[in-house]
């Protein structure tokens, strides 16, 4: 089924944070999420991050360039009144208070999801991953997500719902829904 979210035209900005760990179907959903809601736009802090790391070695290092550069990004594209999709891995939830606070500043509605998938699903897609991307760091990412939950996420397990019943999903979760 095919849903397409209509906006009022008077309403605010809505802010969509997909988090979850590398190969959850953060990026596959994203990018459905945006044929669906019109005006849209996606930032990834993971994209962002690796477009500057040196090697998989210094991803750490660099991870809070990418969480500033998508901040700063999110603050651009609200005051344009687009629509945002935050596709991160995010297992420090501080990143996602600070999205959410950007948010407020424009009085977006915002919504966090948390896209879950087994380790052996996670290992199996890892094909679809970017090449840095080792069995090792994926099942680190993966625990780092589950360790520190985000209190406000709604989880969606990938592995029993395709891309498009995940925006689905998520299309019916946002209507009257407000953080």
């Given at each position: 089924m095919k849903t397409n979210y209509k906006k009022d035209k008077k309403e605010t900005p809505l802010v969509i944070v997909l988090r979850?760990?590398?190969?959850?179907?953060?990026?596959?959903t994203s990018e459905l999420l945006k044929?669906?809601?019109?005006?849209?736009?996606?930032?990834?802090?993971?994209?962002?991050?690796?477009?500057?790391?040196?090697?998989?070695?210094?991803?750490?290092?660099?991870?809070?360039?990418?969480?500033?550069?998508?901040?700063?990004?999110?603050?651009?594209?609200?005051?344009?009144?687009f629509n945002v999709v935050v596709e991160e891995i995010l297992p420090d939830v501080l990143h996602i208070e600070r999205i959410i606070a950007v948010a407020k500043n424009?009085?977006?509605?915002?919504?966090?999801?948390?896209l879950e998938a087994s380790l052996a699903i996670l290992n199996l897609r890892k094909k679809y991953l970017k090449p840095q991307m080792?069995?090792?760091?994926?099942?680190?990412?993966?625990?780092?997500?589950?360790?520190?939950?985000?209190?406000?996420?709604?989880?969606?397990?990938t592995t029993k719902l395709s891309p498009q019943e995940c925006v689905d999903f998520i299309l019916g979760s946002i209507d009257g829904r407000r953080f």
């Open positions: 979850g760990a590398p190969g959850s179907g953060k990026t596959t044929k669906f809601i019109p005006k849209t736009v996606v930032i990834s802090g993971d994209t962002l991050t690796a477009m500057v790391v040196p090697d998989k070695n210094h991803w750490r290092e660099f991870w809070p360039l990418g969480h500033e550069a998508a901040r700063i990004l999110l603050e651009f594209f609200l005051k344009k009144k424009f009085q977006a509605r915002v919504f966090v999801f948390q080792s069995r090792n760091l994926i099942k680190e990412l993966y625990g780092m997500v589950l360790r520190n939950p985000y209190p406000g996420a709604i989880k969606i397990d």
